[in-house]
Every structure is written in C-alpha cells, then in structure tokens.
C-alpha cells in the first residue's frame, strides 16, 4: 500500500486549503481513510476519517464545521477540505487507510493513530496569524 499525500503550504489564518491523498497497491473501496496530523513537539492526532463507501465520516472537535473530508473511488483518493484556518492548525498532515476500521467505528470514536496500518508521507501546512 503506498499513500502520497500532497496539497499543503503555507497560509494566513482564516484561508482554505484542500489536501489530496492518491492511494495505490489497494482495493481501495476496501479501505477506511484518515488524517491525521503532528503539531510541531506534539503527538500525532486524529483530524477526519471516512468509511470505505464514504457514508460515514468523523471529525476531531477542533476541525468539526471547517474541514470537510471526502473520497473518490474512480482516482483512488481521498481528499481534507480545510476553510477558516487558524494558526493551531499548523502541523504536518498524514493520510492513514486501514481495512479493519468499520463506519460504525469511525462514529463511535475516538479515533487513535495506532488503528490505521498504512500511512503516507505528511504534508506540512503553516498557518500564519
């Protein structure tokens, strides 16, 4: 499984940036997928996740009603919508699948790094005030 994230930058607080995870070496339909995020000296985070049909999702609180995370079975990718950025969420940003996380799962929560099995590189997106 290979996981290539990209899309990230550097912002001012309050602009929106779209992250894009392309997925190969999968099924990806059979795949739960997250972001997740490492805050510089922090411990990685969940951000979002979404089921394998893309009908359930999950947020962490701090994103809930700004970023938006969706999936694309045709291109095998998954993508974090992120409006009205503020400065804390600065971090370097992952993307996760994982065949054993249910939509049942993701809604119940929480969610935790170590329930994902493949990861890709981050990507670092700088939100400045």
Same mark, same amino acid.
């Given at each position: +499984?290979?996981? =290539?994230a990209?899309?990230?930058g550097?912002? =001012?607080?309050g602009?929106s940036?779209?992250? /894009?995870c392309?997925?190969s070496g999968?099924? @990806?339909?059979? !795949?739960?997928?997250?972001w997740?995020? =490492? ?7 969940f951000?979002?996740g979404? /089921?394998?049909?893309g009908?359930s999702?999950? !947020?962490?609180d701090?994103?809930?009603g700004? @970023?938006?995370? /969706?999936?694309?079975?045709a291109?095998?990718a +998954? ?6 950025l ?6 370097? !940003?992952?993307?996760?699948a994982d065949?054993? +996380? /249910? ?12 329930m994902?099995d493949d990861w890709? =590189?981050?990507t670092q +997106?700088?939100?400045?005030?």
């Open positions: +499984v290979q996981l =290539q990209f899309g990230g550097s912002v =001012q607080a602009d940036l779209r992250l /894009s392309v997925a999968l099924t @990806f339909s059979d !795949y739960a997928m997250g997740f995020r =490492q805050p510089p000296g922090k411990e990685r985070e951000v979002a979404i /089921s394998r049909t009908s999702t999950a !947020y962490s701090s994103v809930k700004r @970023f938006t995370i /969706s999936r694309d079975g291109k095998n +998954v993508y974090l919508e992120m409006n009205s503020k400065p804390e969420d600065t971090a370097v !940003y992952f993307c996760a065949r054993g +996380v /249910s939509a049942a799962r993701l809604r119940v929560g929480p969610i935790h790094p170590e994902f890709g =590189q981050g +997106v700088t939100v400045s005030s």
